[in-house]
């Protein structure tokens, strides 16, 4: 049975264009678009049609980095793929990224399945893995192909946490060398976690336990050396590398610097390294613990930088690394010794108003929002032209944004499970207004209308934004 809806009047916003259009869908794709008030739209006939006039009709956010119900020091990240997935929806994303993650002494295979029995059935929107490799063996690299012919096309690795997911030069290179061969992406976590536990080791014998010394101890210089590690290294390997949370001023220059070498380096950076700071990591009562995540924030000079590796292109794309905890009982894990709270912030409900923000502020412009936001992931992550755009043959995963409206971001009307927000209080203009996936309505005129277990599991083919 066909099912067609017709979205009309609003301004369609692609990575390309921005035309007033009329959006046809049927049976979950976009079957086509014409000029709004041509014989060519009036021609489009629907059983629902929904009025985008005076709104923005862009494609659904791609989140390419979440952790839902993540083990972290002790506890889980406190969003589950049901809570998350739906608070995703409510904030215009309608696909995420997540980790499944290798522990030491795993197969890259009981990861994964266990990430799949996670989310299954129990997502709002569609959702893809990337595998967290913490244990480069000779089984493990034979594993990286398997994962890559089956849609799971990208492996993270993480040069800081030693003892838990922390990889070597050794280990890395191989992995390298194998994504090389296979045509995986890896995605480095480019901190030197061995000088930063000497580092926290030695803040704690001089009794700085704050929040605020994980920032200090977790410096930029080890960020930007980690990264310019990891870029050798995969030029050694002839891999193609994405560098997960950017968010210091001298990491952007490493990547400025190789991709003016015109190797295939690529930047993601998320809306708390662009919005927020050290001031926020330094908030007297133990308040700084909302704002632990590594990398760390840094001093508001570094956002300057990031906005501007966005505009160059040296970053290409703002996931949120949606990683929550809750500060009642997980955060506080932490009180007395800052390297005990669990890393991570709350954010996959925010990023696409937070970055219409930037529009309003002039930081980006309205294309390059969508780009960074939804294209550019897409392309990267191998799901492109299915998600990222609009366009005919493409998934309508769609968003009637209202660019006008103005709220006020608050844990109180957040949809997150989290007792916080990183964001509380701060004003933007902008809102999700109808969320469609595959043509389904899950937030229609911001009611909740989805259901978990809508969203599939999406495989994903190999990077499409190779030089
Ligand atoms: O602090 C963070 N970023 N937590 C999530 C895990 C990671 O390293 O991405
Ligand atoms: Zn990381
Ligand atoms: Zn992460
Ligand atoms: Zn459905």
Known sequence: MSSR??????????????????????????A??????????????????????????????????????????GTFASDTFETGTRAAAWGGTTTIVDFAVQTVGQSLREGLDAWHAKAEGNCAIDYAFHMIVSDVTEETLKEMDL??????????????????????????????????DNGGLIMMHAENGIAIDVLVEQALARGETDPRYHGEVRKALLEAEATHRAI?????????????????????????????EGLNVFGETCPQYLFLSTDNLAEPDFE???????TPLRPREHQAQLWKGLRTNDLQVVSTDHCPFCFKGQKELGRGDFSK????????????????????????????????????????????????TIAPGADADVVIYDPHAEQVISAATHHMN???????????????????????????????????GHGVYTPRSTCQYLN
């Open 418 to 452: 989290v007792d916080y927000s990183a964001y509380e209080g701060r004003r933007v203009t902008g809102r999700v207004e109808t969320v469609l996936s595959r043509g389904e309505t899950v937030i229609t005129e911001r009611e909740y209308t989805g259901r978990a």
């Open 5 to 30: 809806t017709v979205i009309r009047g609003g301004l369609v916003v692609t990575a390309s264009d921005e035309i007033h259009a009329d959006v046809l869908i049927e049976d979950g794709r976009i």
């Open 232 to 260: 050798r290294l995969a030029q050694v390997a002839g891999a193609p590398l994405y560098v997960v949370h950017v968010s210091a001023m001298e990491a952007v220059a490493e990547l400025a610097r190789a991709r003016d």
């Open 288 to 294: 700084g613990a909302k704002y632990v995540c590594s």
């Open 341 to 388: 709270i669990p890393n991570g912030l709350p954010g996959v409900e925010n990023r696409m108003d937070l970055l219409h923000q930037a529009v309003v502020d002039g930081h980006i412009s309205r294309r390059r929002w969508i780009e960074i936001a939804c294209a550019t992931p897409a392309r990267m992550f191998g799901l492109y032209p299915q998600k990222g």
């Open 147 to 180: 994962l890559v012919e089956e849609g799971v096309t990208s492996f993270k690795q993480f040069m800081a946490y030693p003892g838990v997911f922390y990889s070597d030069d050794g280990q890395i290179l191989r992995a390298m060398q194998r994504a090389a």
């Open 32 to 73: 086509a678009l014409a000029a709004s008030g041509t014989p060519a739209a009036e021609a489009f006939t629907a059983e629902r049609t929904i009025d985008a006039t005076g709104k923005y009709v862009i494609p659904g956010g791609v989140d390419a980095h979440t952790h839902m119900e993540m083990p972290f020091g």
